[in-house]
Structure formats: C-alpha cells, structure tokens
C-alpha cells in the first residue's frame, strides 16, 4: 500500500515551552489594507513546546502609527493587560475609537497553563478604510465620474521633492469591474470585483501604493469594465468610478487626490466586454503608455461626471480577491479542421485565457478563443450547453512585433479552447489557461492510500469545482449562470469550510443575503422571503426553495459553530426570523406541512430522464423547515431571546410528528412522498431524528435494502446525496457507505472519473461526449459535493466534539469497522487554532519471533488549546489482548489506562476500540496483539 505524507505544516520555531503567536488575524483577514469594522476581533494560533498545554490568558497591544513615519507603529493606543480567558479567536478590540484611512499595529503573546508567558507575536497591521461616507469628500472632493463615456479614466499626480512620502493609500470603487495601474503596474492584483446586491451595498478596495509612486510626476490610470453591476441581465446602472488617493509626508502634511472633472477620459481597445459573452480587444485603439506620467492626453476628454450616483452604501470589500492562482499549459493540441486548433487543458476550471504571440498580423484580421467544457468524438468542441459565447476575440493593428494579451473582465468556464485566426501554428505557449477564483486560503486537504485513489480523485474533483464556484460569492457553475445559487452553496459549505478558509467569504454572503432581503422588502417584491439566488436579480425563484434558502441560516449557523463567531449570530438574528417567519406563513395548517416546494431532490438519479431531473417534494421543503427551527432555538438561546428559543423548539417538535404521521407507511415502515427517491426519504428521516425509536432499526434496514435492490448505488438528487453517506455510517453501515462512494458505474462519482472528468458535473447520467439530458449539461457543478466533509468526518475521523464551537474540543473517530492494508489515509483540517491531523493505516506484520506484532496505526496532532477524544481502533481484537503504544511507549495493556505519558489525559476501552483523552500536541499510536 502506497501511502502519501500530506501535508508539512509550518510553525514558528521555538525553544521549550510556549512559542510565539502566529497565523495572526483581523476579521479573519491577514494584515487587511481596508477594514471599516468599527470594533474589529482578533484571532491568532498558539505554539507551544510541550503537550496538553493551553492559553490561560493573553495580551494585546494596539498601536498608533508614528507620526513622521505613518507605516511604522507608535505609541500605543491601547493596551488590553493581562486577560484571563481561554479564548484565541474573535477577541475584540477594546480601545479608543479607531480613525478612518489609518494604518494601526497589533501584536499578542500569551500565558501558558504554568503561567509562564510567551514572546510576542511578531508585529501585525490592518488599515482602516473610510468608516463615513462622508470621508469620500473629506480630504478631497471625490466625485462619481461617468465611465460610459469613456472606459479609460486618468490623472497625474504630483509627488513633492522637498519632502518624503511615508505613506500613500487609494481607496477606489470602480463599477462594474476595475483594474488601476499607476506609472505603468498594475495595482492590487485582482483580477475581477465582488458581486452584491448593488442598490444597498458597494464594496471599495483600498491599496497601499507607497512604493509605487515617485518622487515628481505619477500617473493614475483606470480601464472600467462593465461587470455585474452592468451586465443587463442586472442592468443597476453603468460603467463608473469613484476614487481618492491619500498621501501622508514626514512633516505631518497630507495631500489627497480625488475623481473629478479634471480628469481625463476616451475609449479604449476593450470595444465589448460582458460576463457571460466575453472581450474583444481591437489592438488598433490601443493608447500606448497612457498608464504612464508624461502622456499626451490633450485630444483626451474632461471626464463626465455622473448625473446620479449610486445608491448603494460604501463599504471596504473585506473578502480575499479574485485571483489567478494557477496557471496551465495544454496537455494536448489538436486540429480537427484545418485552421481550427482545439487545446486541451486537461482540468476543467473557471477563469481565462492569455494570449502569446512572436508576430503580429494582418490589420483588421482577429485571433478568436472560444471556450467550452467538453468536445465530440471527432475533437471539436461542444458548447451547446452555454447560453453565451465565451468568447475573446483580439483584432490585429498589423504593427505588432510580439503580443501577450490577457483579457481583463470576463472568465469563463472551461477545460477546451478552440482557437482560429492564428497566423502559422500554435505550439502550447501560445495560449496558457488561468485559473481564477476567490484567492481562499487552502490550508486543508484530504490523501488516500493508493488502493483508493478513485477517492483522491474524486476530491480532486470536488476541490476544482468548489474553488471555480467561488466567485466573490458561492456560484452554481462556472459557465451558463454564474450565480449565487443558494441551494448549492448549502449543501457544499461543509465541504468548503473543511477545505479552505471559508469564514471572510461567507461572512461577506451572509450579509448579501440580508441586503437581498431588505432590498426585496423596500421594493415591496417580499416580506422575509430570501430567493434561490442571492444577490436577486431576476435569477431563481421568489421565494425560494426551502431547501436552497435554508442557506441563510444553516452557514450563518455553521460560521458560528467552526469559527466561534457569535457576532454573526447577533447580526443576522433578525433577518433569520424574517426569514423563517415567511417561511411558517406558507404551511398548511391543517397537516403542519410545509408543501411549498420549486426543485425537491433535485437532479435525483432516479429521475434524471425527467424535465428538470426533478419532482417537487413537501417531505424535503418539510425536513428544512424542521432543520431551521432548530437552528432557530439554538441561536435565539445564544443571544438571549429565551421565549423565542422555547417557542421554536415547541414548533420543531410538533412538525417532527407531523412530518412522521405525514410520511411514514406503517405498512412497509418506509418514509414515502410520491415519486421521491426513497433513499432520500429515508435519509432525511433518520437524520431529522423524526423515526420513533422502535422503528429505527427497521427503517434503517429498509433503507439498506433499497441500496443493495439498486446495486449499491444511490439513486438521491442533491439533497439526500449530503445526508445518505453520514446517516450510513452514523447507524452502522459505514462499510455499505464506503461501496456507495466508490462505485464506478452508474449513477455515482466514480462513474465521472472514468468518464475523465476533473470537476463534478450537473447530473449523474452525463458521459464523456454526450450531454446529460434536458439540458443538465454542466461539467463544472458544485451541488453534488456534499459527500466531502464524509471524507474527512467518517474516514479520516476528525469532528467537531458536540456542544463546543470553533474546534475548541474535536473527536477524531475513524468509523472504519474492519482493517485492512488497502485503506489509509491522511487528513490535515485547517483552523483558526491551528491544523488538526488524523492519519491512519495498517501496519505491516513482522515475521520475526516477537511476543506482540503492530498491526495499527494512527497518528493525531491536536491545537494548542483543543482537548480531544482520539479513538483507536482495535478492530476484532479484545481490548483485554491488545497492548497499544504511543511515541513507543505502552499506554494500554490488560485491558487499562497505563498514566504517565505527557498530554494523555485517561484512556477507556469502547466497542472495537481504546479512546484516548488528550490535550494538544502530536501523538503517534500503534495497536501491538500477541502473536500466537
């Protein structure tokens, strides 16, 4: 069995005892230039030399910034002292009130269980963006200035010689998309902009361009772009910009640019640009060095100012960017019609392509890349299933010596790029493939053993969809919507907070969904409801499904329960109960059922030949209304509204046996709602926790039964597919589960990975050339990702303990029930308190004469500050026989807890296995058995 090391992760060197902080963060945001949180939090990892060791206090020192020297810290501003608390995340900031467009320092140490304090983190900074709307005009008089007449805006500055500039931060909005260079460099380093909903929320970047400007003359140069915010399928208004420049010298003295009438303005080479059809670059329109200081804009124009600006509320964008974060060459070339060159990237990805060429051609002729996410047997490419083109065309000027083009705003969904219009022939540097999305920190992933490398790519091809359908926002595909469909989004978020750092993003769409919501309300379009897709335009239904508008509070939910935030609780309550008030209003009262439904089980394999892959179903909109009740309780509990909490949890309880007499065949004990899938019903049943005790083991075989009556296959759309493997394994059928996840056959994952798929598709009867039917044709779809968090939960063991938040108490479980040489795996999950590893796999028995032979192991590193349940599996064997090992020495034989190893805490023997209490630190187990 070939097994994998998976990940390295780095921490700052120390010597014995606690280490400095690090991983230090503001609004889960590392050193943000551009914060407008009044109160913001802080967060930091611990390092500690020593086992079972935890923070008992911490202090935190804010800075000012020196005077003369406005990027280096000086007197503080506020000092917390020591604080006894246990807690490293989200610890908010205490001090005086913070000023608008300043950049503050931090650092952090801590006290260890023996009080024995740490040394300081290394010095951290965030930068304030404009905390009032009215500091737009405060510093200079910035103005809206009207980009649809002219999608080229520029001004020169000036920077003063007799004094020096210590710091110069631009706080630009540029709707839809932007992209500043200032003396030729580009700026920032994003690629496109944030999606929201645009009437009651516009999101600002700040960059810090100290280094960029010189002394004397500099040039500011914006191209806009049309983006969502005037794509007309949202049509909020046209193409504009919104800028102020502020520069700090040593002697105190501040100068500010703004957007005004003074500056200059004209068309340039980017002739159409849209979200969905693509860029055409003419060449001949190019402005050469109009980024640069110095240029001849005289034929230029003054630049329009806007006649009405935008509504919507000024606010700093506090996600990561969207960014190209990998690059491919082709893996193939092939010309299936003369003049007609199809590349193929090998991996199905959003983002775009650049361009590269040695010469130039004829003036007027064009290069032509059409993206598309599959091909026909004869290698030409397949975009049927696209409403749009995807299209960049570049036009030749005839004088070019080299060309290296990169389309500025538009991605695409893509594996295949047909390109025509090339002068000679292409060779694989010719087009390069950019991967592009939200730049999330990827700090976790997830190796199986070689025997089950069908699971490795399987989440290989989950990660791709995932990171392609995070686009500001959590999208439904990369090519024919591009929206925030909230019902794929749900289902995946635990796959994506296992994977990436999810809690910026999500805290970001979380506040979409309310201002989707109060938008709705003004507009008189709703009252509470939240649509299938936010932000709304148009797009999805009004109200939505309840299956996909649980949304709103399920990841509002989770961001609290794996990041400790309950400030997101706090903020969301009442959008929530709106929600769920709209909700309640659409129940029968007379069955207590909740038959609004739009989708059902989508995309179910058992249906996938009917229009829509889908039947609407009062069961699964129930299952969700039921699920949001609960949610409701608990977090109306956590912020003190007590009666509402009782209120709800009453509800909950009367829908459960509402839910129960409604569906539930007492003839043949099985959950029915029409053409449902029954696996999905069952599912949901059993997770809902609505099946009578009595009952429980019947409706669980039952369930078994319809698995092994369909081969083993599963037969769920989107929704029973999240549910199917954990409530398997949750009641004892990991092992069925396991043959569930790894089918190759149809319908399942595996079937797309013969069908060499690297992204998960729409539907589960898609093939490698032949679309799915009615149009469910997507090769790049996030909602069928569910099963990932199963991956790292019941396989690789690691979960959060009941009752506790942000990963402060975990279980690592391995739910495997027998062993074997071919499965192992190895499983790093990254959080805010640091990584957590689980690794497991057999172990080679030795033929030499020993009295006992390992056969186990199982390796777990625990955060500092984390207590955690390790459970090792002693399979078939006695917990009286087996002797298990930690670090080499004995922490359990004839069948007890041997003390005395640091940071074991107590051992006990279960049901096939030994569990281990353990505080922090990195624990290797072998599970040793007599040899007879």
Request: proline share 5%; hydrophobic share 35%; net charge negative.
């Amino acid at each position: 069995m070939l097994f994998i090391v998976l990940l390295v992760v780095c921490t700052p060197w120390v010597n014995a005892g606690p280490g400095q902080p690090y991983q230090l963060r503001v609004e889960y945001l590392d050193e943000p230039v551009g914060m407008d949180v009044e109160r913001p939090r802080f967060s930091w990892a611990l390092h500690h030399s020593d086992r079972g060791e935890k923070q008992t206090a911490y202090r935190i020192t804010v800075y000012s910034p020196e005077s003369s020297q406005r990027r280096r810290p000086g007197e503080v501003l506020w000092d917390s002292g020591r604080v006894a608390d246990e807690e490293s995340t989200n610890v908010e900031y205490g001090g005086p009130k913070l000023k608008s467009a300043t950049r503050y320092f931090w650092k952090v140490s801590f006290w260890d269980s023996k009080g024995v304090e740490s040394p300081s983190s290394d010095m951290a900074h965030f930068h304030t963006g404009l905390f009032e709307q009215s500091d737009w005009q405060h510093w200079a008089k910035s103005a809206w200035l009207d980009g649809e007449k002219g999608n080229q805006l520029r001004t020169e500055v000036d920077v003063s010689r007799g004094k020096n500039l210590t710091a110069a931060h631009v706080y630009v909005m540029g709707l839809g998309y932007y992209h500043l260079r200032i003396n030729g460099y580009e700026v920032g380093g994003a690629f496109l902009g944030p999606f929201t909903t645009f009437e009651v929320r516009l999101l600002y970047d700040v960059h810090d361009v100290t280094d960029t400007l010189r002394v004397g003359r500099n040039a500011v140069a914006v191209t806009l772009g049309h983006g969502w915010y005037a794509q007309p399928s949202v049509n909020v208004g046209g193409r504009c910009l919104l800028l102020l420049l502020i520069m700090e010298y040593d002697d105190g003295s501040i100068v500010a640019v703004g957007s005004d009438e003074n500056w200059k303005q004209s068309d340039g080479p980017i002739v159409l640009d849209d979200i969905y059809i693509g860029e055409t670059f003419d060449s001949r329109l190019e402005t050469t060095a109009w980024d640069k200081p110095y240029y001849e804009d005289a034929s230029w124009r003054q630049a329009a100012l806007l006649s009405s600006n935008p509504s919507g509320q000024l606010n700093v964008s506090m996600i990561p960017p969207i960014q190209t974060i990998e690059t491919f060459t082709a893996r193939n070339i092939t010309e299936p019609e003369p003049g007609k060159f199809v590349f193929d990237f090998g991996q199905n990805m959003a983002g775009h392509c650049s361009l590269h060429l040695s010469g130039g051609g004829i003036s007027g002729s064009n290069v032509t890349l059409l993206h598309a996410e599959m091909i026909y047997e004869n290698g030409s490419i397949h975009h049927l299933y696209s409403n749009s083109p995807e299209l960049n065309v570049y036009i030749f000027n005839g004088n070019e010596d080299a060309i290296s083009y990169e389309p500025q705003f538009s991605y695409y969904g893509f594996r295949y790029v047909q390109v025509t219009g090339f002068p000679g022939t292409p060779d694989e540097r010719s087009v390069l493939a950019h991967f592009t999305h939200t730049a999330v920190e990827q700090w976790s992933n997830i190796v199986f053993s070689s025997d089950y490398n069908l699971l490795n790519r399987v989440q290989h091809c989950t990660r791709y969809s995932s990171l392609s359908n995070i686009q500001s926002l959590p999208t439904g595909c990369t090519q024919r919507e591009r929206r925030g469909w909230t019902g794929d989004a749900q289902l995946s978020a635990e796959f994506t907070i296992h994977n990436f750092d999810m809690a910026a993003l999500y805290t970001k769409w979380m506040l979409d969904m309310r201002d989707s919501q109060l938008h709705l309300n003004a507009t008189k379009m709703s009252n509470g409801a939240i649509p299938d897709c936010v932000p709304y335009y148009n797009h999805g239904g009004l109200p939505g499904d309840p299956a996909w508008t649980i949304a709103y509070p399920i990841i509002t939910y989770w961001i609290y329960q794996y990041y400790s935030d309950t400030r997101i609780v706090q903020q969301h309550y009442e959008g929530i109960k709106a929600h769920l008030d709209n909700t309640r209003m659409l129940v029968n009262n007379k069955t207590g059922l909740l038959t609004y439904s739009r989708y059902g089980d989508w995309c179910a394999a058992a249906v996938a030949g009917q229009v829509g892959c889908s039947y609407t179903s009062s069961l699964v909109s129930t299952f969700y209304l039921i699920l949001e009740l609960d949610i409701m309780s608990e977090m109306a509990s956590l912020v003190g509204h007590t009666t509402d909490s009782e209120r709800y949890s009453a509800e909950a309880s009367e829908r459960r046996l509402d839910f129960h007499t409604a569906f539930y065949n007492t003839t043949t004990m099985v959950y029915e709602d029409g053409k449902l899938s029954l696996e999905t019903a069952q599912a949901l049943a059993l997770q809902l926790g609505a099946v009578p005790q009595p009952d429980v083991a019947t409706v669980v075989g039952n369930l078994v039964k319809v698995i092994h009556e369909r081969k083993d296959h599963l037969d769920t759309g989107i929704i029973g597919t999240k549910y199917l493997l954990p409530v398997l394994t949750r009641y004892g059928e990991f092992d069925l589960a396991l043959t569930v996840a790894t089918q190759t056959t149809l319908p399942g994952w595996g079937w797309w990975v013969t069908q060499d798929a690297t992204t998960l598709w729409e539907s589960w009867f898609a093939s490698e050339f032949n679309p799915a039917p009615h149009g469910m044709q997507s090769r790049n779809h996030i909602m069928f990702g569910s099963q990932g968090p199963w991956y790292y939960q019941a396989i690789a063991g690691i979960n959060r303990a009941v009752n506790s938040t942000g990963w402060e108490r975990l279980t690592i479980c391995p739910r495997i029930t027998k062993l074997t040489d071919t499965l192992g795996v190895d499983a790093t999950v990254g959080t805010h308190r640091g990584p957590i590893r689980s690794a497991w796999g057999a172990m080679i028995k030795e033929t030499e004469a020993m009295p006992v032979v390992p056969v186990f192991w199982h390796s777990a590193s625990i955060p500092v500050g984390t207590l955690a349940e390790v459970h090792v599996l002693t399979f078939e064997w006695s917990e009286q026989t087996v002797t298990i090992q930690e670090s080499g020495r004995s922490v359990w034989s004839n069948g007890k807890f041997q003390p005395g190893q640091a940071g074991i805490l107590d051992g006990k023997a279960g049901k096939g296995e030994v569990v281990f209490d353990v505080g922090s630190g990195v624990y290797d187990f072998q599970v040793m058995i007599p040899r007879f």
